[in-house]
Each structure stands twice: as C-alpha cells, then as structure tokens.
C-alpha cells in the first residue's frame, strides 16, 4: 500500500525559505521509473504542479518557479524534500506531494496517490 | 506551455442525471508513438486531495465506478458521470502530461447536485 505525507511548518515569514518533507512507504524511489512530485493549491484555486524526482536522480522543475526550486531525495530514508526560497503572501497553498506513476516514457508524469496536503501560510 | 482550458467552471445536475465536462488542451496531447492521448482526470472532494479517475484519457483507474467514462481525441475530452450519486459532487481536473516541464492542470469544473 503506497502512502505519502507532507511535513514541514505551517507559517513562514515573507523572504524565508520554506522546506517541505514528503515521507513514503510502500514503494521505492530506487525501482526503475519512479517519480515523487509537489504540486500546490492555494486555497479555492487550481492545482499547479512544481517539481518532480525520478528514481535515477534526475529533477524537473516548472519553469517560472525553476530559480527557487530544489529536490533533493533519500532513498534510505523514503523522503523527498522541497526547498523554496524567498516566500511570498501568494505562495500560500495547500502543498501536495505525490507518486509518478512508473512503466511509461520517463518524460511524462500523472499521479495515482496523493498525500493529504500541508497548508503553508506565508504572513508576517 | 500546454493550457488546458475547461468548461464549464460549474454545473449542477439532478441525482440519477449525467454530468459531462469537458476540457480543451492548446495542442494536440497524442503521442504518436504509442498512440496513446496523455491526458488524466482527477476527482477533489472538498479537504481531500486529489484522486486519480481516469488516464490515457480513457482507462479508468482501479476501483473507479464504471459510471466514470473518458473520451476525446486531439485537443478536445470529456469525463462523463452517468447516473450522478450524492457522492460525486467534487472538483474534476484534468492534467495533461503529453509535455513536461510543465505538466499542467485545468482550472477545475465543481460538481453540484441540483
């Protein structure tokens, strides 16, 4: 059974950096073709997807996020953590991290489990 | 970047009833090497994440009600929910992920029941 679940603070301060953990079981992020993404809600909006690890290290990004924007993974651990820097009042969202679905063209990702969400406010 | 534009933004439809809703993509999401539309849909119940129904544009995830149906071609889908239950009422995205970075979503159509 696949399980993920956000962590991290749930207020920040404008100019901060914010750093999010997701922490999973029952998959490995060292199996050929799997991927762990973030992808955010702020509240009442649409869900805009930001970064992707794959199994082999390598990293996306969405573009006009890119410069504040880090992965990083252990694969001993079962964790992947997002780094944003310099948060703003309008990277206030629900903060989702989720499980690639593997056995298809590596360049292409859909999400077929979720974590619950963590709400990060950013307010001074 | 892929837009993906859905219509409408809300609809309410009678219990039993079929709901249909639909989403527009600014290219074409087939890939011609496998023949297959890059394109899934999600389900959100209000204080839940997101949850996977359809993709492939129409190959229903596991354990989704058959009531559930994708379809579509080129640039145009649509998810259709026959016989409309209390329990379907949610915002449905749609995401392409034909290319990426970034893959990207639908602004969300809410579900209500009339």
């Known amino acids: 059974q696949i399980t993920l679940k956000e962590s991290g603070p749930t207020l920040v301060k404008p100019t901060q950096t914010l750093t999010l953990t997701c922490t999973f079981s029952g998959f490995s992020l060292s199996n050929d073709g799997v991927g762990v993404g973030w992808i955010r809600q702020p509240p009442g909006k649409a869900l805009e997807w930001l970064a992707l690890?794959?199994?082999?290290?390598?990293?996306r990004y969405t573009p006009s996020l890119r410069n504040r924007l880090i992965l990083s993974k252990d694969t001993s651990k079962d964790q992947v953590v997002l780094t944003m820097t310099n948060m703003d009042p309008v990277d206030t969202a629900t903060y989702y991290c989720a499980h690639r679905r593997p056995g298809f063209n590596s360049g292409s990702y859909y999400f077929d489990y979720w974590g619950q969400g963590t709400l990060v406010t950013v307010s001074s | 970047d892929i837009v993906m534009t859905q219509s409408p933004d809300s609809l309410a439809v009678s219990l039993g009833e079929t709901a249909t809703i639909n989403c527009k993509s600014s290219?074409?999401?087939?890939?011609?090497?496998?023949?297959?539309?890059?394109l899934a849909w999600y389900q959100q119940k209000p204080g839940q994440p997101p949850k996977l129904l359809i993709y492939?544009?129409?190959t229903r995830e596991s354990g989704v009600p058959d009531r559930f149906s994708g379809s579509g071609s080129g640039t145009d889908f649509t998810l259709t929910i026959s016989s409309l239950q209390a329990e379907d009422v949610a915002i449905y995205y749609c995401q392409q992920y034909y290319s990426s970075p970034p893959c990207s979503f639908g602004q969300g159509t809410k579900l209500e029941i009339k």
């Open positions: 492939w544009a129409s």
């Open positions: 290219q074409s999401l087939l890939y011609s090497s496998n023949n297959k539309y890059y």
């Open positions: 690890v794959y199994w082999n290290g390598d990293k």
